[in-house]
């Protein structure tokens, strides 16, 4: 079962996505793409603050492909025991929009393995409605 996004998310998608210049960190940098959309869809659950782990505890992040990440992302994840659910972000996001989030966060926990095909994997994950074993 998927869980859609509540439309104050979906809100901030939106405007995310139509907006021209980006944001810039406290440094006066621009924040990378993926970044910025982990902060308006991610970051209200996945949060790195205190006593909350970021992504469960089996993250997805670790793999060798992006395929675990991709399947949250795209069509959310039910309720499992004592970790929470994930509304599916394929409706609201697009393959690019997936593929810069996927590659920021694996940037921040693999920064010496990044993911090679990310979009590819995407586009069909998207495409038979599933992921590939």
């Not at 993926?34 to 469960?56: D, P």
């Not at 921040?108 to 990310?118: C, K």
């Amino acid at each position: 079962m998927a869980f859609l996004p509540n439309p104050r998310m979906t809100f901030a998608l939106v405007a995310l996505a139509a907006g021209s210049a980006l944001p810039v960190g406290a440094q006066g940098l621009p924040r990378d793409p993926g970044q910025q959309i982990f902060e308006a869809a991610c970051a209200s659950c996945h949060y790195r603050g205190a006593g909350k782990a970021a992504f469960g505890t089996r993250s997805p992040l670790a793999d060798g492909n992006p395929d675990g990440l991709a399947q949250y992302i795209l069509f959310g994840k039910a309720t499992e025991g004592d970790e929470g659910g994930m509304p599916a972000f394929g409706p609201v996001l697009t393959d690019a929009d997936i593929v810069r989030l996927a590659n920021w966060l694996r940037s921040t926990a693999r920064p010496d393995a990044p993911w090679s095909e990310v979009e590819s994997r995407v586009a069909k994950m998207r495409a038979t409605g599933t992921r590939e074993d």
